[in-house]
């Protein structure tokens, strides 16, 4: 059994070798906090130079929409394989999933509502 933190850091990996391999780039900052069943995962520079391009040239709310929405879809798409490697690093399958990005901080929130909140031992104080 995987302490809270073990678990955390394992999602954060997880999450940003999805991002580094599916979105073809790594976030700069990542961080995972698991509380009871909401796993909340937090990106931060996860924008790639077309993204920040596109937002930039085109009318802030026509490319703020678009990019949310290829964003959401890629993140639809790739559901199934996320949904998968939460499982197999928290324990306990995943029932709904939420995402929003800012296109201008270019922060990423991924939140994950678990179907139980996973099991974890306590950590070993030095």
């Known amino acids: 059994m995987k302490t809270l933190g073990e678990i ?3 999602v954060c990996e997880g999450i940003s ?3 580094q391999e599916y979105m073809g780039r790594g976030p ?3 961080s995972a906090h698991l509380l009871g069943d909401l796993l909340v995962i937090r990106l931060q520079g ?9 937002v ?9 929409d678009l990019l949310k929405q290829v964003r959401t879809q890629l993140i639809e798409i790739a559901r199934p394989k996320l949904d998968t490697m939460i499982q197999g690093i928290v324990g306990v399958r995943s029932l709904s999933l ?3 990005i800012s296109t201008i901080t270019g922060e990423e929130v991924v939140i994950f ?14």
């Open 98 to 100: 939420h995402h929003d």
């Open 17 to 19: 070798r999805f991002e």
């Open 46 to 54: 996860v924008l790639t130079s077309a993204e920040q391009h596109l």
């Open 113 to 126: 509502t678990l179907s139980e909140v996973p099991q974890c031992r306590e950590a070993k104080k030095k």
């Open 28 to 30: 700069k900052h990542i």
């Open 8 to 10: 955390e850091a394992a």
């Open 56 to 64: 930039t040239t085109l009318p802030p709310e026509k490319g703020r």
